[in-house]
């Protein structure tokens, strides 16, 4: 039987993602990103609604290792959104941030 693209089953990126991440100088940070129209905050739904289309669809939040917020951005696209949760994570990991 050959498999047409309509019937392969591919499972949906994950709608939340972190990584904890090591500094040199001693603490673990977080960093932490979601899809808001997947995993909205929460916030009533026309809310969100307004914050991704005035912000952008992803939000990428940075926790030092006391819990509290560093760094928030948005992102319009998964792509943007992947690119500046990794970077994050790579300045943290070499003392940068």
Known sequence: MV????????????????TDVTHPDGGVWRVRTQD???EPLQMP???????IGNRGQ???TVYGPDGG???TTYSP???????????????ISTGQL
């Open 36 to 38: 808001l129209e997947r």
């Open 58 to 60: 992803y939000v990428t």
């Open 45 to 51: 739904a026309e809310m969100i609604k307004v914050l």
């Open 77 to 91: 696209s998964r792509s943007d959104a992947e690119a500046f949760h990794d970077r994050m994570a790579d300045r």
């Open 3 to 18: 498999e047409t693209r309509a019937e392969q089953r591919t499972e949906a990126p994950p709608a939340l993602w972190e």
């Open 69 to 71: 917020q560093y760094k």
